[in-house]
């Protein structure tokens, strides 16, 4: 059974940073391709950034420059590190990945970006 489980969220300052992280289960981890996805307020979920199996990444415009993610197999955990955070930023952060066709998510994690 896949299990995603995001931590790390909280309220930040704009121009501040926070390091989301997801622990997986029930996957052979090192095979998968993992992803952030976010969705605020009134809008719909949006990839924010994927990685592969072999750590080649891709990223939204919106956060080029300003997110990384990375995956440490490991300890089956993938992380988003996110700087330079603006009030569009704000949005519950998702875990995803894909197995035999069905996408998995994690419950999320909130970041709010407030002075």
């Known amino acids: 059974q896949v299990h995603l489980v995001e931590s790390g969220g909280g309220l930040v300052q704009p121009g501040g940073s926070l390091r989301l992280s997801c622990a997986a289960s029930?996957?052979?981890?090192?095979?998968?391709?993992m992803n952030w996805y976010r969705q605020a307020p009134g809008k719909q979920r949006e990839l924010v950034a994927g990685?592969?199996?072999?750590?080649?990444?891709n990223y939204a415009d919106s956060v080029k420059g300003r997110f990384t993610i990375s995956r440490d197999n490991a300890k089956n955990t993938v992380y988003l590190q996110m700087n330079s955070l603006n009030n569009e930023d704000t949005a519950v952060y998702y875990c995803?990945?894909?197995?035999?066709?069905?996408?998995?998510w994690g419950k999320g994690t909130l970041v709010t970006v407030s002075s």
């Open positions: 990685i592969t199996s072999s750590g080649s990444t």
């Open positions: 029930g996957i052979i981890f090192a095979l998968k391709a």
């Open positions: 995803n990945t894909r197995q035999r066709d069905l996408d998995y």
